[in-house]
Structure formats: C-alpha cells, structure tokens
C-alpha cells in the first residue's frame, strides 16, 4: 500500500528530476523533508550541523562568521542552530540519550566539561587534532585551553574566553582618583578613597550587579577555592566569609547604589563612577554619551600577578553519536582551523577570541576588551572555576548572593547555607 505521503513524495521527486528518495533529500534538503514525512531523510549529509547559545546581539555576528566560512566552500557547510541556553542544555540531554538528532558540533560553557564527561557524554579530539597541529595549546588562551583537557585527554576547543572587568567614566574617575589607573588597576581601598569625594557629590562609586562573578573573584584572591578535591565543596571557609563581608559592606557602607536602583542607568546617566560588568557589556553602553573605559575587575592588590579577573568560555564539543562519520569530523576541524586564524568578528561582538592570532589584529587592539589579551601577564589574571559543581555554586550564588549584598541575609548564614545547599545537591547527583 502506498500512502498520500508517499505519492505526494513521488510526484514532487519526478518533477524535479532526482532519481532516488535519499538523493531528494540530501539535494533539496526542503521542507518536505525536514518534516520528517519521509523514512531515512534528515540533515544534508555534507552540513554540519552547530548547535549554540548566541540569541542575543552577538547572533549576528556568529551569523557573519558562519556565512564567511561557508562562502570559502568548504566539503561541510555549517547550519546554525542557535537556541536559548536553558533549552539547549535541556534539549542534548535528551537527545544524547535517544541517540537520535545529536547536533554534529555544539558549544558549552567551559565549566560544563567536567560533568558531561563524567557522565561518559564527550568524544575526544585528540586522534582528530593530530592532522591539524596549529590548534594547539601555544595557540591559545592559556586558561581557555586547558578546562578543555580531561586526565591528558582534549574534550573541547575554545572558541573565546569572556571576562568580568570595570567600566569606568573617564571624566569622573579623573576628578575622583586620577592616579587609580596608572597600573590599570582600581584596589577597593580606592574604591573607599573615591567614595568619601563622590558621595559629597550625590555620585555613588561602584555596583554589585552579578554577585557570583564579583564573589568568586573576591573569594580566589582570599585564597580560597569551590573545592580541595574537585568533588567535595569547601565553601564554608574564612575565605567565604572575608568575599561576602567585603562585598556586603560596600553597600552598607554607601559606596553602591541603593536597593531598588538601577546600576545600569545609574551609570549611562553619569550617577556612578565604576560599573563593573562583563566584557559583553560594552554593548549595553557603546552608545553612552560621555567616554568611558574598561579595565581589570576590582581588586584587593595592586600588583598584576595577584590579580583574578572572573572568565567563563565558550567551548567546541562534540556529544557522543554513531551518525557523526569522520570526514564529518574532519569538516569540523577545518572549521575550527579556519576560526583560529578569522575571529574578527566574534571580537567585534565584544568578545575575547581564544585564538592568540587576534593580538595581531590591529582593529582588535583599538577595542576595549583587548586589554585582557594584551601581554602573557594579563592574560594570566584571567581565572576559569573549572569546579566540577559549578553549576550548583552558581545557582546558590544567583540566589543568594542578592539577599546577603542587600543585608537581608547575615554572612554567617550565606557561607553556611551555600556549604549545605551545595553538599545536598552533589549527594543526589549520582555522576561522582
């Protein structure tokens, strides 16, 4: 018995000349097709398929790079797929354990490595990256480059690596501090010093507007860490304590915006000397009408090989799957070459390349988030929480971290609860 679908398949298929059902497939790759009505279709054999995170305004220019690749026509042509970040964790969970639908090359956050390795989800590029000897560790970020490496083993590529820094306006800070940036970077003790001149003036001096970067950036230049044994949390500690009272006092103190304030158009309104944000953030304020700057995260010292400035990255993967062939595979390493050496774009989006070519890029070194790249020393300064659990650290932080900076939360009970909430969660995750 033929079905409807099936003749209307035939019909379509004679008209326009191809013989077989799967040459209808690969060829016109239609909708027809993509809807799955027919047996065996799916994605062109010769696309890789890319799965990623970049809703936002950075879709654009992953958009641009994806088209310059495939405009060098390459054997595989990327398809981009990009959804919004919870949906796409949710959705490879699924698909990884149904075996079906797997993308052919995806990106995670860096901290998500760990576990999706753990959980036997990853294929390794090493037997891959051995025909492609330039993407190597002396290529790359330093920091970016190695979250991708398991017990000797690469599971990932960086595609950039983005940074928690301090905007600044320029005219402020030169009549508040104008000898802070002489080493590029704002101690909180000169947080403290411009404050007593700027709170005179109705100016607040600085923001908390994500705890967790600003908190684990503060906890690390205490000495202290997620974890002594990559399982076990050790959040309970003097080093906890001394990041949450450091960065409750400011507002205590009257050095940050009040409760209900927007940091944000506090600052493009010239009501806030300091913001500090990510790199990214550079898009929420290119337009503002005064001159600003961008420089290291705020910290306790003033020399450069203390410094912890807070990064997360962007990292190639490949999931597990039967249907991934390896001149797919090795589509996919000449992609990622191709990035190595043409990350312009993904710069201009106020990102930071992980590819080390960029320094040489002389657009790139007029851009504001260059200064994270710009010698071997600084580029030391940028820190990766590579801690298995991060993810369980970050959600008590998002949480949490709020109440404790606004005084609704006591230090004691923010540093104990995060130890227990975190503990609890590891005990039910079952991938140790």
Not at 48 to 67: C, H, K, Q, R, S
Not at 223 to 248: H, K, M, R, V
Not at 321 to 342: C, M, P, V, Y
């Amino acid at each position: 018995m033929v079905s409807g679908n099936s003749i209307n398949f035939q019909v379509k298929q004679r008209r326009k000349g191809y013989e077989t059902e799967k040459e209808y497939c690969i060829t016109a790759n239609n909708d027809f097709c993509r809807g799955g009505v027919l047996s065996g279709c799916g994605s062109n054999k010769n696309e890789i398929t890319f799965w990623n995170p970049f809703t936002g305004g950075d879709n654009e220019n992953l958009v641009a790079m994806i088209e310059e690749y495939n405009a060098t026509d390459p054997e595989f042509k990327i398809k981009n797929v990009s959804m919004k970040e919870g949906d796409m964790y949710t959705k490879i969970s699924t698909v990884v354990n149904s075996g079906k639908d797997i993308p052919d090359l995806m990106i995670v956050h860096g901290e998500r490595i760990k576990q999706y390795n753990d959980n036997g989800m990853l294929e390794s590029f090493d037997e891959l990256l051995t025909n492609y000897p330039n993407i190597s560790a002396g290529n790359y970020v330093e920091a970016a480059w190695n979250i991708g490496e398991l017990d000797g083993t690469r599971y990932a590529v960086p595609l950039d690596i983005h940074t928690w820094g301090t905007y600044y306006n320029v005219e402020l800070l030169a009549k508040y501090a104008p000898n802070a940036l002489d080493d590029e970077i704002i101690t909180f003790d000169e947080i403290r010093e411009i404050a007593q001149q700027a709170s005179a003036d109705g100016i607040a001096t600085t923001a908390v507007t994500w705890f967790k970067p600003n908190f684990m950036s503060a906890l690390s230049q205490y000495g202290g860490q997620l974890s002594e044994n990559g399982i076990d949390p050790t959040l309970d500690s003097q080093a906890s304590i001394d990041a949450a009272t450091l960065l409750s006092d400011l507002f205590a103190d009257g050095l940050t915006p009040k409760d209900g304030e927007d940091a944000t158009q506090m600052f493009l309104t010239g009501q806030l000397v300091l913001w500090p944000e990510g790199i990214w953030g550079q898009n929420i304020i290119k337009d503002a009408e005064f001159e600003w700057g961008l420089t290291n995260a705020p910290q306790l010292s003033d020399d450069l090989s203390e410094t912890v400035n807070w990064s997360s990255s962007h990292q190639f993967v490949m999931f597990n799957s039967e249907q991934r062939t390896d001149e797919k595979e090795a589509g996919i390493a000449d992609f990622l070459e191709w990035l190595r050496t043409n990350s312009i774009e993904w710069a201009r989006a106020g990102q930071n390349p992980a590819s080390l070519d960029i320094i040489n890029n002389e657009e790139y070194k007029t851009m504001p988030q260059s200064i994270f790249m710009s010698s071997e020393e600084q580029q030391a300064t940028l820190e990766i929480f590579d801690y298995k659990y991060n993810g369980y650290v970050s959600e008590y932080l998002d949480g949490n971290g709020p109440d404790l900076y606004t005084q609704k939360m006591s230090v004691d009970d923010f540093v104990s609860g995060m130890q227990k909430e975190v503990s609890d969660k590891i005990a039910k995750d079952g991938s140790n």
